[in-house]
């Protein structure tokens, strides 16, 4: 495992700074972030822009092994086909970028929200994962369903993969989300096993989604984790997802990568 870092911590840096200032802080494989993935679009073609900043980021030795589509898309907000033309820019991108795991929310709250049943929810939701996965099937972008704050375990994404069949869907687990549901992240990893192709690991005080670094005020339970890791063999990012820590100026955020990159060597070693 390597450890990685969601860059929308450096979120109001262009993608080309924002590579810059990671290289430099020797942080070298990254989650790039819903943010930075807007602007790139904006720019015009995402393969053309996607090949260029893959360019220019492995000139400075870093990589993006994974990456946040969308952040408030909703794959069953429309009708399948919609939805994937909705989606292609995003997917186009990622696979120029070479990402190999790009984490998707499984949709389906605004269909829940006004009182349609779980059952209905489930068959959108595995309609339109069937209409990306079936467009994504001659790449190597595994699309990782993140599991969300109602989320108690692994049980539905699972569900709704077994219900696609795709062999080119996983699991990203959100150890934030998880703890607002109230799951242990250990038994998380388990329930997943080989499914499990990304993380976004970050504490909260089980109260709101905080996004913070482990071994701070936040009480998530990391007894476990590590260890649950290295028996499935996970060999995805150790990514940190913690845009709350970066209410405060750069140079300070900058000084917290470095002791952020020994709290995960830390915790990928088993020290703690």
Known sequence: MKPGMWTSYLHELSPEDMVVWFAEKDWLHLELSDEHGAELLRRGSPEGVGSKLRTFAEDHAVRFPQGHLWLKFDITAKDPQESLDDLKPWLDLFDALGVRAGVLHPGGKALLD??????????????ALGAITDYLRDTDLVICLENM???EDAGQLLDLIQGVGATNLGICLDTGHLHLA??????????????LQALHIADNEGETDQHLMPFGR??????GFVPALKRIG??????????????????VRLAKLDYVRTLAQIMIDGVV
């Open 114 to 127: 006004r009182g349609v049943d779980s059952g209905s929810v489930r068959g959108a939701r595995i309609e």
């Open 149 to 151: 704050a109602r989320m």
């Open 182 to 195: 109230g799951g242990n992240p250990a038994e998380f990893v388990l329930q997943s096993g080989d499914l």
């Open 218 to 223: 936040g009480t998530v339970d990391w007894d």
């Open 234 to 251: 996970y060999e995805g990012l150790y990514n940190f997802e913690i845009p709350g820590e970066n209410r405060c100026p750069i140079p």
